[in-house]
């Protein structure tokens, strides 16, 4: 039986959603500013902010500088609402599935970051599955990345609340 993963990982960023949005997507086209050292990611086709962009990613499960096993998929985006909300579709590689990032201007200033990620490993990654929570190693990659985000963003640099 393959695990299907549906996880929602999410943080307040201490900067306005626009800004938010400005680095998410810069990062989704290569950027490698925050979500670095687990994922990097690279323009395939089209823009990550456009339906039918291809966005490659890689998981790097060591550290993107570290050796150790690369996870490669391809995400397609399907619906985008411009500062809002991007979804996309994993179309090649190791997942298939969905995920979604939302972004929620908060009175405050700040902005609510998800992410809802509905995941099926694909390949040998169905084995790995099997040895390896790769649910768990999805949201602390997620919520680093998000934490790495808002130290970048934030005016003081503290860290993001979950």
């Known amino acids: 039986m393959t695990t299907t993963y549906d996880l ?15 680095a998410l997507v810069a990062e989704l086209h290569g950027a490698k500013k925050w979500w ?5 990611f690279a323009v395939i086709s089209g823009s990550a902010d456009q339906v039918g962009g291809r966005i490659g990613v890689t998981v790097h499960t060591k550290g993107s500088d570290n050796g ?12 985008v609402e411009p ?3 991007l979804e996309v579709e994993y179309v090649d590689g190791v ?5 979604v990032f939302r972004l929620e201007p908060l009175a405050d200033g700040r902005t609510r970051i998800s992410m809802h990620f509905v995941g099926t490993p694909n390949g040998f990654l ?10 768990a190693e999805h949201s602390k990659g ?12 934030s005016p003081v640099g503290a860290g993001a609340r979950r």
């Open 8 to 22: 929602i990982d999410e943080a307040v960023i201490d900067a306005p959603a626009a800004a938010v949005w400005e």
């Open 36 to 40: 670095v050292p687990s994922n990097t």
């Open 68 to 79: 150790g096993l690369k996870l490669r998929f391809t995400s397609r985006t399907v619906a």
């Open 83 to 85: 500062g809002r909300k």
């Open 95 to 99: 997942f298939r599935g969905r995920s």
């Open 126 to 135: 169905k084995i790995l599955s099997k040895v390896a929570d790769l649910g």
């Open 142 to 153: 997620a919520l680093s990345a998000f934490e790495s985000l808002n130290r970048q963003l």
